[in-house]
T-cell receptor, first 111, second 115 residues
Framework: AQTIHQWPVAEIKAVGSPLSLGCTIK??????LYWYWQATGGTLQQLFY??????VESVVQLNLSASRPKDDQFILSTEKLLLSHSGFYLC??????????FGEGSKLTVL | GDSVTQTEGPVTVSESESLIINCTYS????????LFWYVRYPGEGLQLLLK?????QKGSSRGFEATYNKETTSFHLQKASVQESDSAVYYC????????????FGLGTRVSVFP
């Protein structure tokens, strides 16, 4: 069975500080991977997707970057956080039928 | 671009009453979108409730139903008799057959069912 794990579960960070959120998928070879973000009261907004190692496509510009260093790993990061980065970040992968499987999410609070 | 509009929450309903959450979509870049309902129960992750990939078809799961209506570009979620355990946030979403680019979600509708 496939599992998806995100870390950290929650972070409280200062404006201007760096951030790194991680996501690991086990049990699925060459998955399509996604980062979604949800601001408080907002919709789930797709940020990035990756269909293979080393390739990442940006969907929305939020002064964030993403990388896929391994087949099963997807990293979201920035060198300088903004207040507007606060929210809930979800990593996901798709099955062959298009169903999205989400991780538990990482809650980010920027102060 | 593509977009999804759904009933604005929160929605409060009593147990055994009926529930309908409206969802309409605009798929400007997708000729034949696939439609989904996702749900997040308290303390749990976001998960698929049901999906329909063909216009005119109905999907069902856990007593919920949704019909893909291409004429009205709608995909309303309904349940005839809700239970307290249906309290959750429900998201309507659309995607294309090539799922590489992921899904477009609505804002989500928080539903609270009271006994």
């Amino acid at each position: 069975a496939q599992t998806i794990h995100q870390w950290p579960v929650a972070e409280i960070k200062a404006v201007g500080s760096p951030l790194s959120l991680g996501c690991t998928i086990k049990g699925k070879s060459s998955p399509n991977l996604y980062w979604y973000w949800q601001a408080t009261g907002g919709t789930l907004q797709q940020l990035f997707y990756s269909i293979t190692v080393g390739q990442v496509e940006s969907v929305v510009q939020l002064n964030l970057s993403a990388s896929r260093p391994k087949d099963d790993q997807f990293i979201l990061s920035t060198e300088k956080l903004l207040l507007s980065h606060s929210g809930f970040y979800l990593c996901a992968w798709t099955s062959n039928t298009g169903q999205l499987y989400f991780g538990e999410g990482s809650k980010l609070t920027v102060l | 671009g593509d977009s999804v509009t759904q009933t604005e929450g929160p929605v409060t309903v009593s147990e055994s009453e009926s529930l309908i959450i409206n969802c309409t979509y605009s798929a400007t870049s997708i000729a034949y979108p696939n439609l989904f309902w996702y749900v997040r129960y308290p303390g749990e992750g976001l998960q698929l409730l049901l999906k329909v990939i063909t216009a005119g078809q109905k999907g069902s799961s856990r007593g919920f139903e949704a019909t893909y209506n291409k004429e009205t570009t709608s995909f309303h979620l309904q349940k005839a008799s809700v239970q307290e355990s249906d309290s959750a946030v429900y998201y309507c979403a659309l995607g294309e057959n090539n799922y590489a680019q992921g899904l477009t979600f609505g804002l989500g509708t928080r539903v609270s069912v009271f006994p």
